[in-house]
């Protein structure tokens, strides 16, 4: 008994010290700094997406998305890439429909549409990569058209090009950490063809 409250006193005794010790210490958390685009950085072009996926047409909606998304923000002038001073620079590297749920006759009824962009924003006046987003994702879970409330899979792609042109800005004006990509692990991996 004398050792269980011999010990019971020196715990207490050492969280009391402890949590005197960080009180006066002050303990603070480490944030890093965002990165965000210098200064001089004024006149942003947007180069045309690469689509590396076997949908055809995807890389000019989405370009086109991302400059009205920067026209309508309005802190950056939107211009042709010999004049600016930033350049974002994407590709589209993935694009994945995936039925979810199945009718009685093996209709699909519902969708998960994945859209994966690798992006990255080269400073024109320094010659520098400022920021790299290897695997910004888009993603959209849908109902089949042919139900009430449902859409088409060109209506779920705009909502993607809507979100991604979001998270492209923000990413762009608020800098690291404000979106988040997928990690290596999730990109679903190309099985090559025997």
């Known amino acids: 008994m004398k050792k269980f409250l011999f010990f019971t006193f020196y715990y207490l005794l050492f ?3 402890f949590l005197l010790f960080s009180s006066f210490t002050g303990c603070q958390i480490y944030t890093p700094q965002p990165q965000i685009i210098p200064q001089h950085v004024r006149k942003i072009a947007i180069r ?3 689509n590396e ?3 055809y047409g995807l890389e000019e909606k989405l370009t086109l ?3 009205d998304e920067f026209v309508r923000d309005g802190r950056y002038t939107v211009v042709k890439e010999s004049e600016a001073d930033g350049v974002i620079v994407g590709r589209i590297t993935h694009y ?3 039925p979810l ?3 009685e006759n093996f209709q699909p009824l519902q969708y998960k549409l994945r859209i994966l962009l690798s992006l990255y924003f080269i400073d024109k006046v320094n010659n520098l990569t400022l920021w790299e987003e290897p695997n910004l ?3 959209q879970i ?3 058209s042919t139900l009430p409330g449902g859409i088409t899979e060109e209506e779920a792609r705009e909502m993607i090009w809507q979100d991604l042109s979001q998270k492209i800005l923000t990413r762009t004006v608020e800098g690291f950490g404000s979106v988040s990509g997928v990690s290596e692990k999730k990109v679903p991996q190309i099985q090559p063809s025997k």
Request: hydrophobic share 40%; proline share 4%; net charge neutral.
């Open 15 to 17: 969280t009391l010290h």
């Open 137 to 139: 994702e888009g993603l």
């Open 142 to 144: 849908y109902n089949a």
């Open 53 to 55: 996926t076997t949908q």
């Open 96 to 98: 994945i429909l995936q």
């Open 101 to 103: 749920t199945y009718g």
């Open 65 to 67: 998305r991302v400059i």
């Open 48 to 50: 045309p997406f690469v």
